[in-house]
């Protein structure tokens, strides 16, 4: 891996150390070669502090160390992208960033839906909404229309027309995602099941 330290007049490089599995940006630090080579050979992130003005392992005092787990450089090598396990709260203050947010998985504009329909579910006597309608109307309605969008998605896969199977198959996660609430639970449930099988 090519990395250019020279850039800088401290020959240091800016490193943002992400969550190898919540994806969420946890810091950033900064790197000589020194650290970097430390980083390598430990399996543990080393910074170089520029307060210490000394190589720094993350965790070498709280026992939170970060595990390399991947590298990337960025397209001028100028920049680091460390993918790492966290070993406990990041951030000095005991957070689990350093932009004080808990460190949970995200699934894009899922978990937005996800949010929605929790809120519509806490509002159900209010909302007027579709989702809350179901809420309303019980686990039972709600288990029906799975079944209903279940079996639609899987009449439109045995037929050729891609634009009827995906909104079938739209039609069919959102209400499955209403189920999870309805149920107490969340992708972050079932993504936990699929991760502990895989291992």
């Known amino acids: 891996m090519t990395i250019d330290f020279s850039k800088s007049t401290d020959n240091l490089v800016p490193v943002i150390i992400q969550d190898a599995h919540t994806k969420t940006v946890l810091m950033l630090g900064y790197m000589n070669e020194a650290a970097y080579q ?13 307060s ?36 406990g709260p990041v951030c000095h203050t005991g957070n689990d960033t350093c932009w004080a947010e808990k460190n949970t998985p995200q699934f894009g504009f899922f978990s937005e839906l ?13 909302d007027k909404s579709y989702v809350a309608s179901l809420f309303e109307k019980g686990i039972n309605k709600i288990a029906q229309k799975v079944g209903e ?11 050729n027309n891609d634009d009827l199977f995906l909104n079938e198959s739209a039609d069919l ?24 099988r895989h291992r």
Do not use: M
């Open 52 to 87: 210490k003005k000394r190589l720094w392992t993350k965790g070498e005092e709280s026992g939170n160390f970060l595990l390399l787990h991947s590298i990337k450089t960025d397209c001028d090598h100028d920049t680091l992208l460390i993918q790492a396990k966290p070993l």
């Open 114 to 126: 996800e949010a929605i329909i929790k809120q519509r579910k806490e509002n159900a006597t209010s």
């Open 149 to 159: 969008e279940a079996v639609e998605t899987i009449i439109e896969a045995k037929d």
């Open 173 to 196: 996660l959102f209400h499955y995602l209403i189920l999870l609430q309805a149920k107490g639970f969340t992708l972050k449930d079932i993504e936990k099941i699929l991760a502990e």
């Open 38 to 50: 430390k980083t390598i050979e430990t399996q543990k992130i080393t910074f170089y502090s520029r």
